[in-house]
């Protein structure tokens, strides 16, 4: 689960992590009406608007609508105009952005609609840096990863001077320990009281981290002013799903709008559901044949079009919501159902499968797999249905068959 910019930071904020002051704004007269607590509160007449949206890249991307625009503008009018010139141009900036389509890198070209916009006091900034602090699955803990590039992406970093990037592991124990830290921060050409702040600020992240259960957390930029102070200039965090029931207040947060419509409908089914951007729609039970049926898929020349695991325990109804989340992709030319019935019986994914294409048509070839628990029940109730399916014979049959009909 991810948040926005604006709740991370209030989340960062309550553990006294250092934040610019900043408030949120999902109109034209909230964005004006925050102008002036911000710039009284921080005596600084520069403020930042910033689109919210679960998405990174947005300070390089550009409104579809109003492509001089960017997802983070500042907004200087009011250091000679003063706070009324502020107001006025963060009215007219907020009355493009709200509602319009923001396209970044990561938002592919179809962009993202803004409906939160974030006002944030301008900072005065000497250097900028980039941390994390992500859940690093090779070796079962949490690492911070830190580099002087702040502002760039760390995949451009990482490829052209990987030796740049800093690494420290969190053992889950005793947390970031201070030496891993003061470390970092030399590593990071930070001396006096800069150094001492980012000591502070990245120890309380790491504990922070570990408390929330988060998958990420990325600070891009760090930024470090000309006091020597250190603060999150902006905050992505991801949680992990299966550790919400610990935290309803991060659950509170969740902005289903930000979400892909078909998982979303696929979770509350009790399914496991990823869109992906091939032509081959796939129903699975169990994670790994899941993820094998999509390597056989493109081994034989093929892109699956999602990755989707019913589960060992799915029921007919939960089956058939299946197929119909796969059927409403327009770009899938072809479906491969592959069972191994072990406490999944064949049949009730027989039955799901008639229910459903009963139900909603069938446009496209169909392969069936089926094998384990009930197989000739299941067999059986697809021939008796009428249905244009095909059968293969085992897993490799059907990766063949259905890459072949798909083109």
Known sequence: MKIHEYQAKQLMAERGIAVP???????????????????SETANPVV????????????????????????????????????????????????KMLGSTLVTVQTGPEGKPVNR?????????????YLSILLDRAVSHEVVMASTEG????EKVAAETPEKILRADIDPCVGLLGFQAAALGWGLELEGPAHANFVRFVRALADAATE??????????????????????????????????????????????????DELEAKEAGLSYIKLDGTIGCMVNGAGLAMSTMDIIKYFGGEPANFLDVGGGANAEQVATAFQIITRDPNVKGIFVNIFGGIM??????????????????????VVRLEGTNVELGKRIIDESGLDVISASDMKDGAQKIVELAK
Do not use: S
């Open 21 to 39: 002051v900043g408030r949120v704004a999902t109109t034209v007269e909230e964005a004006v009406a925050a102008v002036r607590p911000i710039v």
């Open 151 to 154: 502002g760039m992406e760390i």
């Open 345 to 366: 019986r064949c049949d009730t994914i027989a039955t799901g499968i008639v229910d459903a294409v009963k139900k909603v048509g069938l446009e496209v070839p169909l």
């Open 212 to 261: 929330w259960d988060t998958d990420l957390i990325e600070i891009n930029p760090l930024v470090v002013t000309a006091d020597g102070d250190v603060m999150a200039l902006d905050g992505k965090m991801a949680f992990d799903d299966n550790a919400l029931f610990r935290h309803p207040e991060v659950v509170a947060m969740r902005d289903v709008t930000e979400e892909d419509p």
């Open 117 to 129: 916009l974030y006002i944030e006091q301008g900072i005065d900034i000497a250097r900028e840096l």
């Open 48 to 95: 930042v608007v910033k689109a919210q949206i679960h998405a990174g890249g947005r300070g390089k991307g550009r409104f579809r609508e109003h492509p001089e625009l960017g997802g983070v503008t500042v907004v200087t009018a009011g250091i000679d105009g003063g706070v009324e010139a502020a107001e006025e141009a963060v009215r007219e900036l907020a009355a």
